[in-house]
């Protein structure tokens, strides 16, 4: 895989910044009313971002889809520099492959953080699925990367499950966070939790321990951060 090159991009302002990646399967299990409610909640995350200031300063998104290929489909930018993409279903799903590339992602943004004297926050990659891996992908290798670099406060990995997804496999490869379940299709529910933890998490002091189970109860049925 093509490594990420940001040597060339300048760093537009010197807020403190939290990349959040999105690793979305858009495998063909995703057709029909699932794909069309993430895309509603997709932009119901931008629109959130989008409207709050300081949040808007501060957060970079990056998506990743996987379907039979991981593909980066939006580098990490804030709101302002880019459109939420309209995602499609088809293909089977490469899930290890897809959050070994955000991973990688991850690092080399925060070098370049690093390399623009930019301060950062722990980055957060966000795991959404409704299905399991292929057999080709190794997920006890990935299992073992997690564990030690989530243990090294290096990135937060949340696992998502929507209905159909293999828990097991998403409890074993989980971080810090144990995987949730998504009820229904209830993707917009979730994206705004998401943009309030994110604006909470920015507005947050450096070291400041923050609580972001509030408005979990809207998507999900339990909750533990």
Avoid at 63 to 79: D, R
Avoid at 127 to 143: A, I, Y
Avoid at 187 to 201: C, D, R, V, Y
């Amino acid at each position: 895989m093509a490594k990420n090159d940001f040597s060339s991009e300048v760093a537009e302002n010197y807020e403190q910044k939290c990349l959040c990646v999105l690793v979305l399967d858009v495998s063909g299990s995703m057709r029909g009313k699932r794909i069309d409610e993430l895309n509603k909640g997709l932009q119901d995350f931008y629109n959130e971002i989008s409207a709050d200031e300081t949040t808007s300063q501060r957060l970079e998104v990056s998506i990743i889809t996987f379907g039979s290929f991981a593909k980066t489909i939006q580098t990490p930018k804030l709101v302002e520099n880019f459109t939420m993409p309209k995602l499609t279903a088809e293909g089977s799903t490469v899930l290890v492959s897809a959050v070994n590339q955000a991973i990688d992602l991850v690092d080399e943004r925060k070098n370049w953080y690093k390399s623009t004297n930019q301060t950062y926050y722990r980055p957060w990659i966000i795991l959404m699925t409704d299905g399991e891996p292929d057999d080709d992908q190794n997920v006890d290798k990935l299992s073992e990367r997690i564990k030690q670099d989530t243990q090294n406060k290096r990135y937060a990995f949340l696992p998502i499950g929507v209905e159909g997804a293999n828990m097991n496999v998403l409890s074993k490869i989980q971080g810090d966070i144990k995987p949730m379940k998504l009820q229904g299709t209830k993707f917009s529910s979730f994206f705004k939790w998401l943009s309030a933890s994110m604006g909470t998490i920015v507005n947050a002091e450096a070291g400041e321990k923050v609580d972001i189970s509030q408005g979990a109860e809207d998507w999900m049925s339990a909750f533990t951060i």
